[in-house]
């Protein structure tokens, strides 16, 4: 105790003294930044450099250094200065011969040119905030991008004073001039402000970080926000996406995404680049592959697009999870939340909990979360129970996430993350078929026979090295992956595609490398630009064996090596052109097997030899965008995709005995597009219009049995789109969108004949209304709209083929409201289908069978809770 009032006692006495020499030092930095901006006067005629430098000694009291032989000290020169800065008096008289000028207590140190320093610093915008992603520059030599932290670092910049440049998404340009000094590390931060439109980064479209406004194809993003505006209404994420994104398939109501095509064709999703779709034999199941949770922001890009490969003929859903959002050690969120049906409650109830931790520890940055919902009975507007096969009624979901990342350098990150999802239905009710079109299915009291369908599992693990200085401004990501999916089928009594009852699984396992390298370039002051360049490497076996042990479809043992390459370039400052081509090296290994009975004693089997299907294909892209105005921005493009779907489908209902006489090629999709963005005033309006086409294409139709087969043709795909925003005030803001496609597949004998709507839905339209009176609380409307189509005839029974029932148009209303009790706790109430209204779902009409002839859900409202810390 004496010893600490001992030190304590001392210290009040230094106290002052080193607070005295604090002051002092800080006094003398503020002196020494602000000589070189003090204001001189100097009228000297024919004089030599050293005379300039000795009137400038006397004016400011300062002395130069610098070495002899670096300055011409007789050159004479004329000088009329009157109020001007000495550092630009400095740059006028000594011209090139000084590469930097530094202040070191009464010194003005001049140094020589060459030689090469370090800049870095971080970039904010004007709340105070980082800026991520922001372009770093100085023109001709350096570049470099600041991070998630806005921090950039540009190395081996030339001695001298150099002027940077630095631009973001959303905020106007910026430049900045600093003295750059041999083997020295110069801070430069800086401060930009945001312009009238925030418009977005994207990161899928190019496998790179770039402004939404410069990518000549048609994107849409939903954000954070958005996603938890809908996860209130309904959490499942396929309903989430038919509901906010514009030329995406109107959702089934179901734990499957049937029907929830792309502009008409096949969706690649992803979650963080890690291919959840197994194109080789679709289940339906890969747009629900994850808890919104976790979801950070979710890019759609439409029309066909190799730069992920297999499976993207309509485009790519990717799912970017979450990252630390805090700097502290420890920071979350919790969320509990209930839900039911309103006007029929009876045994709806369900639940909702996810806690989710995330922090830094110096370099180290962690996300852990998790997140169990539970649902109840699901009941129609009649209040009649809904216990469709593959339905969420009475099923339950699990997620756990886990990403970590550590930082070596500031331009040096390993990120390491783990996802695991799990969905299962467990019901006490089976489904009692109705007769369609005149009674709907519904639920009655029943044990299922099998095993309960769904995602029994789906686990992502990757881990991703990113270094951001590499030769030539080079920023490099290489990552590995590996996923395990499963699907389980409902159980079936009576099978189109085999003999007897039985349970199909679809399990794939995919095993990939990504090599991925961006290097910026620059010719001259007018154009410059960017090149991505890389490899993926996957190892992909998919098969569909029944539960019991039979196999409908053996392993389809797939190896890709991809390697791909894509130009942009920045021209005139107007003008943006992207152009590249990935080159699919391709192969699929099935061994020898037997096809599965169609009938009792092996009636309908065959043997069938396997053996190596070879693909190798070149995909090209190329778009132009004009980005001059910000009332018109439009662009022109052209893609190509590549794509082995339903292969598995046609494996197992082959009709002959050798692999290779099946029809096993690969799909090549073109897509031709043109669009256009516009922001005046509040608006922001955009529209797009597109032709895909392909000469052999895979359109599911049923035979005499009921039996989906592909069907090879070539095919045709139009359609458009258009979106409209308005933010009138902070207030009040509107939004509506609308999304048209039609398509055909070309007969033998030249005819052409509508594609079934399990590829091509009716027309959709959403629009919503938003209400903000303060920040504390919030209040939306949404409308969906399906339009009518009726493309096809009955069959000579009167029966439609399943598929082409006709479909009717469905008006539904869904609200959401948010108010904040504080900061840090909040409430929210979601109500889907707001005024109940009955309907039956466009895949209950145009499946056309009495089995899947239901109706969609009454009103159900979720009210939730959550606490951040």
Known sequence: MNSFLIRLFTLNYQLPVIVLLYFMALTSASAQEKILDKNLDLRMEEVTVKQVLDAIEEQTGYEFSYS?????????????????????????ILGTQAGGIRVDGRQIRLQPRGGFGTIRGVVRGDDGLPVPYAFVSISNTNSAHTDEEGVYVMHDVEAGNRKVNISAVGFNKASAQVDVFSGQTVTLDVMLTQNNHLSEVVVTAGRVKESIDEVPSSVTILGAGDIEDQMNINTSISDILSFTIPGLGPTSNKATNSGQTLRGRSVLVLIDGIPQSTPLLNGNRDIRSLDPMVIRRVEVIKGATSIYGNGSGGGIINYITKNPESDKKISGQTLVGASGHVFHPSNSLGYRVSQLFNGKLDKFSYVVSGTYNSVGIFRDGDGNVLAYDDGLSESYSANVYAKAAYDFTPSAKLTVAYNYFRSMQDTDYINQPGTYPERPAYGVKGENPGAPSGTPQNHNVYLSYRHDDLFGD????????????????????SASGWYGPGQSQISSIKKGLRLNLHTPWQFGQKVTGNVVYGADILGDVTSQPLLDGRVYVPDMDMTNVAPYLQVKATLWDDFVFK????????????????TLPKGPDGEGSIGVTGGTINYKATMFNAGLRYTRFDYFNPFVSFSQAFGLNELGR???????????????????????EVGADSRFSVFHLTGAFYVSTSKLGANLVANEYGTLIPKRAPERIHGFEFTADAHINPQWSLGATYAYVEGKAEQEDGSRVFLGYSRIAPPKATANVQYKPSDRFKIQLFWVYTGHRDRFAPQENGMYRTGEGPVHSVNLFNLNSTFKITEAFKCSLGVENLFNNSYYPFYSQYSAHNDRYYMGYGTRASLNFTYSF
Request: hydrophobic letters at 35%; aromatic letters at 10%.
């Open 68 to 92: 002899p032989d670096m300055i011409d000290l007789e050159k004479r020169v004329t000088v009329s200065y009157q109020g001007v800065r000495l550092q630009q008096v400095l740059r006028d």
């Open 474 to 493: 080079t920023s490099m990501e290489f990552s590995a992956y590996y996923n395990r999916f499963l699907s389980t089928n409902r159980y079936i009594e």
């Open 579 to 594: 152009g590249g081509l990935r080159y699919e090296n391709a192969s699929v290994k099935v061994k020898d097997f037997q």
């Open 650 to 672: 046609v494996v197992r209902a082959a009709e002959e005995s050798t692999l290779s006489d099946l029809k096993t090629d690969a799909i090549i999709t073109n897509n031709y």
